[in-house]
């Protein structure tokens, strides 16, 4: 046994399925997940030595590529002055300004310590702002592990939710319409039939969830006006698209303006960060101004904000996004050509530094029914042959992958070669 199958091993009897996250079980893909030691650049080495390219990024946080030298620096200098404080401080003031001066649809901004919690607090906000129960969400559409989030569609119907984890009470999930991805008349029947009570549409603005999925030209544009046209809240989650597909996010790229956005991953840095904001007159709606609870121990720690703001001053240099941009691209139509050139049907998706691949014959992927049709064995088969070639990616068909600024043009090359070598094995 290896150090990761015997730590796994351990960790099984103390941590439930060994991880705290799950989809780290690699329950998608099988085997043992790999134990990480540390992380450097473009690179990740595993408790055994062995070194990766990392095309997962923490999830999406590390868009510098890992343990940046100047975020480092920034974390150090804070952990030098203290740990927490329970009380204001200037660099909170630093980071809600260079938020709000990044995106212009915020006014204002709560900080917090994970998507989960931003996404949860926005809804509540929504619902208290527009005395609404009800808010709508799209199948295949994450946004964290909130009791009213963790519902889907009935077979298609788009009714009253359904709980997707046992523990959500049926009443809570009854508030949770769920409408299909890409598809604007689903959304428009829900407004139909539930006319005055609806507070909120909140959704993914490009899904990573299930994959990659961009959103159609007139998708995002007609969510805005239908959540105008019936006094409701367009909540865009941009927990993973946030300051990754272009500075200004998903939103910003796609010209859609929110009345609420919900951030998180890239915006702590890699540590544990989130954050919602927008319309004043809707922020205002929170307490201690307001009537809607909302509040947070650790919230705005200081380390977190000094990792942040360092990350988010970097990321305003001149060019970051186009690099960015080219490298995603040239990762991925590289495996599109290996794919081609062996034979392995294949389709891919991108936008800024999110990319998404597809073991399909469909030429385009463009909502969840399609993400889960595709063929599961060449995913896996990929998965495991890349993991032995030395590339990391996400555990899951269902996830989307990521660049960093560190990936050099050697790593995509060496990654590309990677998938030619296994796509040909799997081609036979
Ligand atoms: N929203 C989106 C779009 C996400 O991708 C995630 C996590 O992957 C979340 C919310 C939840 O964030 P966290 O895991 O930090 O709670």
């Keep these: ?231 409701a809240l367009l909540v865009i989650d941009e927990v993973m698209t946030g300051f990754r597909v272009s500075l200004t996010g998903a939103h910003g790229y796609y010209g859609v303006n929110p009345d609420l956005v919900c951030l998180g991953k890239v915006i702590g840095g890699g540590m544990p960060v989130g954050a919602f904001g927008g319309r004043r007159d809707v922020m205002e709606h929170l307490a201690p101004n307001g009537p809607v609870y909302q509040a947070g121990t650790l919230s705005g720690n200081p380390v977190a904000m000094a990792a942040g703001k360092a990350q988010l001053n970097l990321l305003q240099q001149e060019g970051v996004y186009d690099a960015l941009t080219a490298k995603t691209e040239k990762l991925i139509n590289g495996f599109k050509a290996m794919a081609d050139k062996n034979g392995v049907p294949m389709t891919t998706n991108t936008v800024g530094g999110m990319f998404g691949f597809f073991f399909t014959t469909e030429a385009q992927v463009t909502n969840f029914e399609q993400v889960s049709a595709c063929n599961m064995d060449h995913f896996k088969a990929f998965f495991h042959g890349m993991l032995e070639e030395g590339i990391n990616l996400a555990p899951s068909a269902f996830e989307a992958g990521f660049l960093s600024l560190a990936h050099s043009d050697e790593d995509i090359d060496a990654t590309i070669a990677a998938a030619d070598r296994v796509l040909a094995k799997i081609a036979t």
Excluded at 55 to 69: A, E, F, Q, R
Excluded at 102 to 130: H, K, W, Y
Aim: proline share 6%.
């Design 1 to 231: 046994m290896n150090r990761s199958e015997t730590l796994f091993e351990q960790a099984q009897q103390t941590i439930p399925g060994g991880v705290n996250s799950p989809v780290r079980a690699f329950k998608g893909v099988g085997g043992t997940p790999v134990f990480i030691d540390s992380a450097d650049g473009a690179y990740l080495f595993d408790v055994d030595g062995k070194k990766y390219i990392d095309y997962v990024g923490s999830w999406g946080p590390m868009i510098l590529g890992h343990n940046h030298p100047e975020i480092r620096k920034a974390v150090l200098a804070a952990v030098d002055k203290g740990l927490s404080f329970g009380a204001p401080t200037a660099s909170e003031v630093e980071m809600a300004d260079l938020v709000a001066d990044i995106l212009p649809c915020v006014d204002q901004v709560r900080m917090v310590n994970s998507g989960t919690e931003a996404t949860m607090s926005a809804l509540r906000l929504a619902r208290g702002f527009t005395g609404r129960d009800k808010f709508i969400k799209f199948e295949g559409c994450y946004h964290g592990h909130a009791d009213c989030l963790l519902v889907k569609a009935g077979s298609g119907m788009l009714t009253f939710g359904e709980p997707t984890s046992p523990g959500v009470p049926a009443d809570f999930a009854k508030h949770t319409l769920t409408a299909d991805y890409n598809k604007l008349d689903s959304v428009k029947e829900l407004f139909e039939s539930n006319k005055g009570e609806i507070a909120a549409i909140i959704l993914e603005p490009v899904a990573g969830n299930m994959n990659c999925i961009p959103p159609v030209p007139g998708f995002l544009e007609g969510l805005r006006a239908l959540c105008d046209e019936h006094g």
